[in-house]
């Protein structure tokens, strides 16, 4: 017996569109025929919830690439180096971490701005600089914890 399996392409549809029966095929795999009692609310909430995910799925990969490649670079560099300069490759994989990820999840304020109000509380508009300014001071805060939480870890005396 003879192995005939094709490879499946993405890009194109599975059934042959140039006939009725493979187009109501490809409708059928395609949409979910339960959506028919579903209210446009939910259907809107259910789109927010695919796109979000979409999000932190980009930025999750966005920002393990970043810390894996800072890592790797890193160790090929520190190999002529004392030890104990070896012992700070986490530190700054996960700080390039931190600087990819966070402005990936907020990238919707770098969009967007962010609302700025006047020192009685009144909204007086939307900012984008004001968005950099609060991506990058939350990038500094975090790397700023990294070090106290990194430095608390390191052995004194040896």
Known sequence: M????????????????????????????????????ATSKQLDEAKSIVERYSQLALSYTLATGGAVGTALTINKLV???PPIV?????????????????PCMRSRELIDGIPVFDANGNRIGDSKRAAESAIAQSDICHTTLLCIISTEKLPVGQ
Do not use: M, W
Request: proline residues 5%; positive net charge; contains cysteine.
């Open 2 to 37: 003879t192995n005939t399996s094709t490879r499946i392409n993405l890009d194109e549809p599975r059934y042959d569109q140039s006939t009725f029966s493979g187009r109501a095929k490809h409708f059928v795999i395609t949409t979910n025929p339960f959506n028919i009692f």
């Open 79 to 81: 190999k002529r180096f």
């Open 86 to 102: 070896a012992r700070f490759v986490p530190f700054t994989a996960v700080a390039a971490a931190n600087c990819i990820n966070i």
